[in-house]
């Protein structure tokens, strides 16, 4: 629903909201917020809102550190009770983009980098590309002094019910938070390892559900603070048992059409189906340190635990990179079910939308679907159907970005050197910290 400035005043007031949060997004996702009074509407509205970007990660130099937020009033809403307790006065929110103070919009906002990308789509003629998420997180418990631990309160498996699935009473009040922001919620469930859940929310264009998993990341985390546990979107919190994953269903229209859908062509899919999956699967590896951004996202991307360690694609199982759901018609799409939670879902959309970009750009055309369990597979077999393995570690995929002319210029030159410094620091920190499974491995013997 679009608002106008006139029409946010006029709902603010009669809400009583006292507080407005201007929300912005850092290169690694963060999202982070200037919250201005009653007093400073007028001002906020029409973007005078100034903030410090060399405060922001990856944003600026001290030197050119002044920037504007000029808010999206798509974005606006009144935040609920379950989100923000009402008694200091209300608050309403709104997604802003990041400019230069002479008006022109700054190269290192994640929300800007989509954009590029989508209007790249829409010069070759698509509608826009949608995506629908599947976001997963686990519930742990909280120490007395509220501090995070990885033990969860429930040993539920997969579509559990309480009591077993202890967590049924905070995902409810997520739901009707989410609901009462404009969420179309689809399913809520508990997923397959303990403490682990899903929330599934509806498809919409890539800006829209960018916003929206940065707004339900935002809001699982606050609700289950009020119920007095930790939510995390980390993907691999405990060893031996599923990580939590963010497969994220893909589709192109034109003229209003799904320009998946062929009726009359191979697993009907059409050709522009088969350049958006090759395009995918082309730049894979160059795009996985954006999608899967962290050390950790890499201990989720390993055999046996439902996430693909494989570039490949499939018209049904699961163990591919890339899975083509049954639905047919409107509902053709594309399922890249190697992103993890944890990623700027800005950037990531991003580096998916130029990936396909580029497949269809130059009409690349994708090997035969694989329709047995990869896993399986033996390494000869694999060489056969040209199936190439994902980065096994975060250092590797920022090797393979480097390498990867394409999704480098989505980026950026300004979010991909600042990206890559910071996750290099991070791989490194990683790499000369002494780890609790060395001590136990080693200590004694040597």
Not at 251 to 267: E, H, I, M, T, V
Request: a negative charge; hydrophobic letters at 40%.
């Amino acid at each position: 629903m679009g608002y106008t400035k006139d029409e946010i005043l006029k709902i603010m007031k009669a809400e009583g909201v006292k507080f407005l949060r201007l929300q912005l997004t850092d290169i690694l996702g963060v999202v982070k917020n200037v919250e201005v009074p009653e007093s400073q509407f007028e001002k906020a509205l029409d973007g005078e809102i100034m903030f410090d970007g060399s405060s922001i990660e990856g944003f600026t130099r001290i030197e050119e550190s002044d920037m504007l937020l000029k808010p999206d009033y798509n974005t606006f809403v009144v935040l609920p009770d379950l989100v923000e307790d009402p008694k200091r006065g209300r608050v309403a929110r709104l997604i802003c983009d990041v400019y230069y103070p002479d008006g022109r919009p700054f190269e290192g906002d994640p929300r800007y980098v989509l954009k590029r990308q989508i209007e790249r789509l829409k010069k070759l003629g698509f509608d826009n590309l949608y995506a629908g998420p599947e976001p997963e997180f686990f519930l742990f418990l909280r120490t007395p002094e509220g501090l995070p631990t990885t033990e969860t309160h429930d040993k539920a498996g997969y579509f559990d019910l309480a009591p077993i699935d202890k967590g049924e009473e905070a995902r409810r009040d997520m739901v009707n938070a989410l609901v009462a922001m404009g969420f179309e919620i689809e399913a809520a469930h508990h997923e397959v390892a303990p403490g682990q859940h899903e929330i599934d929310f509806k498809y919409a264009d890539a800006l829209t559900t960018a916003d929206n998993i940065a707004t339900f990341k935002w809001v699982v985390k606050r609700v289950a603070l009020n119920h007095g546990l930790h939510a995390t979107f980390l993907p691999k919190p405990i060893a031996g048992i599923n990580g939590s994953g963010m497969h994220t269903h893909l589709s192109l229209f034109k003229d209003g059409q799904n320009a998946f859908f062929d009726p009359k062509a191979p697993y009907q899919l059409s050709q522009t189906a088969l350049h958006f999956i090759a395009g995918l699967l082309e730049h894979a590896a160059g795009m996985v340190a954006i999608t899967n951004p962290l050390v950790n996202s890499y201990k989720r991307l390993t055999p046996g635990y439902e996430a693909p360690t494989n570039i490949a694609w499939s018209a049904s199982n699961r163990s591919a990179m890339i899975r083509i759901p049954a639905r047919r018609g409107v509902g053709t799409r594309a399922e890249l079910r190697m992103p993890d939670p944890s990623c700027n879902p800005y950037l990531a959309l991003a580096v998916m939308a130029a990936a396909a970009a580029d497949g269809i750009e130059r009409k690349l055309l994708p090997p035969p679907p694989i329709q047995r369990n990869i896993y399986q597979m033996t390494v000869r077999e694999r060489r056969k159907h040209k199936i190439r393995e994902l980065p096994g570690t975060l250092r590797e995929a920022l090797e393979a970005l480097k390498k990867d002319p394409v999704i480098r210029e989505a980026l950026g030159e300004h979010v991909y050197t600042h990206f890559l410094q910071a996750k290099q620091m991070e791989w490194d920190e990683y790499r000369v910290t002494v780890h609790q499974w060395e001590l136990d491995r080693y200590l004694a013997t040597y």
